[in-house]
């Protein structure tokens, strides 16, 4: 296996993305074209994020119908605020599909108690069921909430190796100093992480828990920004042993702790 390129184009499948929103309509208009492109561009595998009990049942949908995609359901802040009993049946029924590999995205993002609440009776759940979780930061005030996600997640006593916090910039990087946690970063084209801020991050961080992805979300997003970032860390001459490690070894590492991950390299 080898990140081989000419004339731009990746020519293995050897990526994966950690992090998209399929159901959208942006993307689910025209899911065939963005697949075709996504696997073209070299992206082998993608995890697609319920934010809500609808997109996660889509989210479930979308994983039996095409190979390449796994689910992850659960509760976004942007989805629904409060949490009920019946919410948590629902998603505790989801979580048993197949090809389900992970709890979330869970997250705070107006950083109330209410959400807080939700996160906690989310990482229960994933702890139960003993499966990742893939935890949003907030854009807004992002330090300051991504501190108080650390807090959240070690007072639930969650195991690191399967726990993703992602949307990581510059500001929150420093903060994982000492912990074990899964790293994601979303590359955005025009608002938050663009590639030249995403590559400087690996530069100076390594790729160790580290995770990369397009988001595919709310904002303007790119599928194929993970083939992007690919490229400009080859272009600064980064070996290809530590891109290897950081858009295949490392999501195949996180995700593979679910037995419903079947992808193996
Ligand atoms: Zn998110
Ligand atoms: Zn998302």
Not at 150 to 174: C, F, G, K, Y
Request: net charge neutral; aromatic share 6%.
């Amino acid at each position: 296996m080898a990140l081989r390129e000419r004339q731009g184009v990746l020519m293995e499948a050897t990526l994966v993305d950690t992090h998209a929103h399929l159901d959208f309509p942006e993307l689910a208009r025209d899911l065939a074209s963005v697949l075709d492109r996504a696997s073209r561009a070299g992206v082998r595998e993608i995890v697609t994020i319920g934010i809500d009990l609808e997109s996660s049942r889509k989210a479930v949908k979308l994983a039996g119908e095409h190979d390449r995609i796994y689910a992850a359901v659960g509760i976004h802040p942007h989805g629904a605020r409060r949490i009920d009993d019946a919410t948590l049946d629902s998603l505790r029924s989801l979580a048993g599909r197949d090809k389900v590999v992970a709890i979330g995205e869970i997250g705070f993002d107006r950083q109330t108690d209410e959400e807080e609440a939700a996160i906690r009776a989310q990482l229960k759940l994933a702890k139960r069921f003993d499966m990742p979780v893939l935890v949003h930061l907030p854009h807004q005030f992002k330090k300051q909430g991504t501190e108080r996600t650390l807090r959240v997640v070690a007072d639930e006593q969650m195991n690191p190796d399967r726990v993703l916090l992602d949307h990581n910039t510059e500001e929150t990087m420093p903060l994982y100093a000492g912990t074990k946690y899964w790293r994601g970063m979303s590359i955005y084209p025009v608002t938050k992480l663009s590639v030249e801020r995403a590559a400087n991050i690996v530069e100076q961080y390594g790729v160790d828990r580290l995770l990369v992805n397009s988001a595919c979300d709310w904002g303007p997003s790119d599928p194929l920004n993970v083939p992007k970032l690919v490229r400009e860390l080859l272009r600064r001459n980064l070996s290809r042993d530590l891109i290897e490690q950081l858009v295949f070894r490392n999501p195949i590492a996180f995700f593979g702790q679910s037995d419903r991950w079947t992808f193996r390299p």
